[in-house]
């Protein structure tokens, strides 16, 4: 008999599971509660690990079709300290406007059937969990993300500029476009009401930098966001939690799309061949568990405000090194 997988959630790590179940021969039925395409708030920072999961799933040349900017520098700022680096590979940026749509579009082609209505969760036969984040946090002390679309001078470089409590990433994307993402706790936002414009020209750098860019989407906010220290354990024997819904790592690091996309394509794989749960969930702790406790204690660190100091020790390649996932299991 043809095994059957429900999916929750047509994200990156909805479409991968989908994607990869039928690579393994099961049958698909994907639930999705929004109308796709959509934007939605993300750096659009695609690290070099998403390379071989994509090959493992057939959709690396798909991937690269729809011309994601090859990202080939990091710039990192934190108080006054300037770090800049090459990467040995290249990341690349690519909106999730045009990401999710290839992906869950891809999963329709090879068969998936997607349901465009939400999913309570509940389920009798296997059930992949990848509904994003969740979470909440008392109001006053919770951290947003914003983001927007920027037309102007592109350039191969993400910088990324910390400051007390939270950053803003500039990088590029396809069609010449530039994203600008950050995250900043709730009281600075609730200081200018959430004009993410006069907040973002409170930030010299990223002012210098914006004043030569036209913004050319609006401000899209989201939140609250609520990193996790560590993965999320499963408590159901059927239900394979993956992307944000496993844990949600603090996007500074870049890693959480390539999270996504490999858990969903290892849940997907365990799924169809009737793998555990629990052994799923020992496969993506190998991947995942260095990045997610490293990204836990660099926030700290920056809650405390000793990122600066930090910064002075650790060379910011190793930082990014040391926060990257490692796709062992594909
Ligand atoms: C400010 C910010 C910046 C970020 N920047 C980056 C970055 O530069 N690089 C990076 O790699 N990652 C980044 N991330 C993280 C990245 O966005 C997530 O890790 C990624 O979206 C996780 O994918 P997912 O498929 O698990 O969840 P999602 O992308 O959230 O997808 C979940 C899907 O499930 C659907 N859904 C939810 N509930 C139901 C239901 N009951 N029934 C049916 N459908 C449902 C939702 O509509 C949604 O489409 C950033 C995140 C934030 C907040």
């Not at 990192?76 to 800049?84: C, D, N």
């Not at 349901?115 to 969990?129: A, E, F, N, V, Y």
């Not at 913004?215 to 966001?225: C, Q």
């Amino acid at each position: 008999m043809i095994p059957a997988v429900q999916i929750v959630g047509g994200g990156p790590a909805g479409a991968s599971a989908a994607i990869s179940a039928l690579l393994h021969g099961a049958q698909v039925e994907l639930f999705e509660k929004s109308t796709f395409p959509r934007h939605k708030v993300c750096g659009e920072f695609l690290s070099p690990e998403v390379q071989p999961v994509f090959e493992k799933l057939d959709i690396w040349r798909h991937f690269l079709g729809k011309l994601p900017a090859p990202i080939r520098r990091m710039e990192l700022r934190i108080g006054s300290a300037v770090k800049q680096w090459s990467l040995p590979e290249p990341a690349y940026g690519l909106s999730r406007f045009s990401l999710d749509k290839m992906l869950l579009d891809l999963a329709a082609e090879r068969g998936a059937r997607i349901i465009k209505h939400s999913h309570k969760g509940s389920t009798t036969g296997p059930l992949i969990l990848a509904a994003g984040r969740q979470g909440s946090a008392p109001k006053g002390h919770r951290i947003f993300g914003f983001k927007a679309h920027f037309s102007g001078p592109v350039e191969d470089c993400v910088s990324l500029c910390f400051f007390s409590g939270g950053y803003i990433g500039i990088g590029p994307i396809e069609n010449n476009a530039t994203n600008v993402c950050g995250l900043a706790r709730e009281d600075t936002l609730t200081a200018v009401r959430f004009d993410i414009d006069s907040f973002v020209d409170n930030i010299p750098l990223v002012k210098d930098r914006l004043s030569r860019m036209t913004r050319t989407t609006r401000w899209l906010v989201t939140g609250p966001l609520i990193m996790s220290t560590s993965l999320r354990k499963p408590r159901h024997d059927l239900i394979y939690p993956a992307g944000d819904a496993l844990s949600f790592i603090d996007p500074f690091t870049g890693s959480g799309m390539a999270s996504a996309i490999l858990t969903g394509s290892l849940a997907g794989a365990a799924a169809a061949r009737g793998r555990s749960v629990e052994s799923y969930f020992s496969e993506c702790r190998k991947s995942l568990s260095q990045p997610f406790e490293l990204a836990h204690l660099f926030r700290r660190v920056l809650e405390r405000g000793w990122a600066d100091r930090v910064a002075r020790f650790i060379p910011a390649s190793v930082l990014f090194r040391m926060t990257r996932i490692h796709p062992f299991a594909i």
